[in-house]
């Protein structure tokens, strides 16, 4: 994508800040959080507003009338929108619906991208990813599938599985279901009234503010035509690598803005608030806390534009990125976790918003790859390849 001339993206960017203060966060809501069906009301009413506004679909073409930012441009655009809990799902840039219109937009066929991507695109259907199953299933390894598809005499597929924490479930109206068939790791396009498809709860986690919650769901006989196959069969962990990488990414920048507004809050209640007859914000170890903040969220911003910046020009990214997703995701919840600290009793209220914010950030240390599974992805690949550090 050719990139917006920077005092245009430093418009647009200002503009996004001035529609997530004024309109998104004050219909936050976060007595409503746990409640999908309200959350998702919010970011319906409010998505209409982004969009007479032009500022919707970062990564969108503009032809198509996406702003057609480059990864690099999306850092500050999606770190501003990611202030608010509801910002990214705002801008139809949240997950599942944002990586998986980047899988379908390079693995679908024609008719898939006209049945599925196209309404994704424009806010018509809503999609979820169901890989991860309960164990013996998928988690961490996800060569322990156990869903199975069954190519049948007909041509159609019968799959047969288990899947959980499936973000969006309740609100899907189809699933990219992962399953093994003979050829190895696929994905199938699965529409969510096909009988055999059941969603059957919806998991109390500690972090709501997800559109459609995550979804428990089981696949009995479900039936699905041959052309439901996407993708090529057997392909399945390739695929799956290609659509987390910009997720991972997307993920890192919103966050980041999240983490930053904790630290806002922060420093206001220690600028106002005294102890032992002088400020919070007068006290050594809590402007150690601060400056440690800041510190830490400058080096996250630079990792995740220079791993932005390696995916605009077509570099492979996938041992930058697992380093910067760590070091992300543990530099945010440590950032709201000194919030959390520094405004005391307050900070652990739903009075601010800085309690869900540490509880919002504290799952991302799992998803897209644990730190754990990283950090060992990393250091194989380092002693592999004798990388220099
Ligand atoms: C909020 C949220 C949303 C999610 N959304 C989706 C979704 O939309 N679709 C989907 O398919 N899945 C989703 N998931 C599931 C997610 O992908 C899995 O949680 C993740 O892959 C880890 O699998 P697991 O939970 O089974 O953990 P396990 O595999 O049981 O691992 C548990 C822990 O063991 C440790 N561990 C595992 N392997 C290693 C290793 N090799 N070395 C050292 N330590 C290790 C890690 O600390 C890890 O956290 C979501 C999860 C969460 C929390």
Redesign the pocket.
Known sequence: MTALPSSDHEALTARLRDFIDSQVIPREQLLQAHDTHAVQQAVQALQREALALGLGRPRGNRSEGGLGLTWEQCCAYLETAGRSFLGPAVLHCAP?IQPDMFALEALASPTQRQRYLEPLKHGQLRS?????EPAPGA???PRMLNTTARRLDSGDWEINGH?W????AAYAQFAIVVARTDAGVSWFLVDSRTPGFEVTRIIP?M?PF?IGG?GEIVLHNCRVPEDALLGEEGKGLDHAQLRLEGARLFHCMRYIGLASRAMDIAQEYASQRESFGARLADHQMVQAMIADAHIQLYAARLMTRDVARRLDAGESIRHHSSMAKVFVSETVCSVADSAVQICGAMGISEDTPVSMIFRMLR?FR??DG?S??HR?AIARRALHQRLSA
């Open positions: 599942p979820c990813f169901a890989m991860t988690g961490s390894d899947k924490f499936i973000t969006g986690t972090e997800d995550h799952p799992i998803y644990a754990e599974v060992s």
